[in-house]
Every structure is written in C-alpha cells, then in structure tokens.
T-cell receptor, first 117, second 115 residues
C-alpha cells in the first residue's frame, strides 16, 4: 500500500512557542491531505482538509489562525500549531490517498504526539 | 443526527476466544464503511472496508466484517483472538456523497486480551 510519513513522531515544546508537523506522501502525489486530532482515549476528529496550492478547509470550531496548514507541494503538507498551550497537547494524525483510484482507502501517517509544557 | 456509533468502549476477551466489535451508523443512505486498528501511540491501519457487493468482507489479520443494511451495522469479527490483537479499533464511515478519503470515526473500542 501507499506510504504516508509524519515527522516528528513526538515533540515537546514550551507554552507560547510554535511547532511544525510534516506529513509526506512517500510514493504518490496527493492533492488533498487530511489532518486529524485525537485526544487521549477518544476518537479522531477531523481538523481540516489540506489542498495543494490553495487554502485549507477547516472544520467547524477549528481555529485557522492557530492551526496553520500549508500544502506547498504534491507530497508535503505541514501543520503548524502557533502559540501552543497545554490544551493543544494531543495526538495529530494526517492521511492521504493516491489519486485516480476511485473508491480507495485513506493511508495514515504514524501520528505526532505533541506535548506542550 | 448522522453519526457512527461504537457501543462498546472497552472489551476484554481471553486469548483464543471469538470476538465481535459492534458498529452502527445513522445515515439516510449506506455510507462507505471501514474498520481501522490503532496500536498504542501508532497511526491507523486499515483492516477492511465495504463499499458495495458481498456483505461479508474479509480483511487482514484474520478479521472479517458483515454489513447488515436492515440493522445499519457493520460488525467486526474474529474467530480466535491472539494477544497481539490488543489495540484500539475504530469504525469509520465516508458519508453518502462525501469524499472517499474524508472519514468520520466512531469513538473506538479498546480491546484487551487476557492470556
């Protein structure tokens, strides 16, 4: 299957700083990627749809100025958590799918554990 | 409201026992249906999916799921559980008319396997 890679796997940052998480499709091009957030012992909640070459589409209740998404190439989307606070601590996961295959599956990165101290 | 529900938050089974994890959906039409597994601190791995056709779907790792339209269900089963199956299991859907890749997840079922 297709491979999606996230970096870093985990990160600890100080409150007030920004942190960038990368999502790469290693063996295919992805015009669209998705960013999810998972709180401890809870389900994954879609945060936003990352669109190559255009603005991301955010889900209701997600602050676009706080969670900056850039999809500058067909293999890379980045999520930047700006001015991070402890409540932003969470598990962030991206997904992508190879284009042009009709009904197919989403491939997920391994996730990034963010801890804000 | 449209949703996907996993009624069981936590299930414990003995190794070798059979397993069934429940998933129900609430949409006007049949969505695309998926089961994912997540090991601690890891991403998600697709076990199986249903779009149409045969209602009994075979997946990886010995898992299968049966789509029942009358019950709006897509339950995951395994005849004999192994200790390595301990993980979190998520049922997910793509709502009718939605993007194939934009998933809505259930809250998950944590599976514990006793030796």
């Amino acid at each position: 299957g297709a491979v999606v890679s996230q970096h870093p796997s985990w990160v600890i940052c100080k409150s007030g700083t920004s942190v960038k998480i990368e999502c790469r499709s290693l063996d295919f091009q992805a015009t669209t990627m998705f960013w999810y957030r998972q709180f401890p012992k809870q389900s994954l909640m879609l945060m936003a749809t990352s669109n190559e070459g255009s603005k991301a589409t955010y889900e209701q209740g997600v602050e676009k100025d706080k969670f900056l998404i850039n999809h500058a190439s067909l293999t890379l989307s980045t999520l930047t958590v700006t001015s991070a606070h402890p409540e932003d601590s969470s598990f962030y996961i991206c997904s992508a799918s190879p284009p042009g295959q009709g009904n197919t599956e989403a491939f997920f990165g391994q996730g990034t554990r963010l801890t804000v101290v | 409201a449209q949703s996907v529900t996993q009624p069981d938050i936590h299930i414990t089974v003995s190794e070798g026992a059979s397993l069934e994890l429940r998933c129900n959906y609430s949409y006007g039409a049949t969505p695309y249906l998926f089961w994912y597994v997540q090991s601690p601190g890891q991403g998600l791995q697709l076990l199986l999916k249903y779009f149409s056709g045969d209602t009994l779907v075979q997946g990886i790792k010995g898992f299968e799921a049966e789509f029942k339209r009358s019950q709006s269900s897509f339950n995951l089963r395994k005849p004999s559980v192994h200790w390595s199956d301990a993980a979190e299991y998520f049922c997910a859907v793509v709502p009718p008319g939605g993007s194939n890749y934009k998933l809505t997840f259930g809250k998950g079922t944590l599976l514990t396997v006793n030796p």
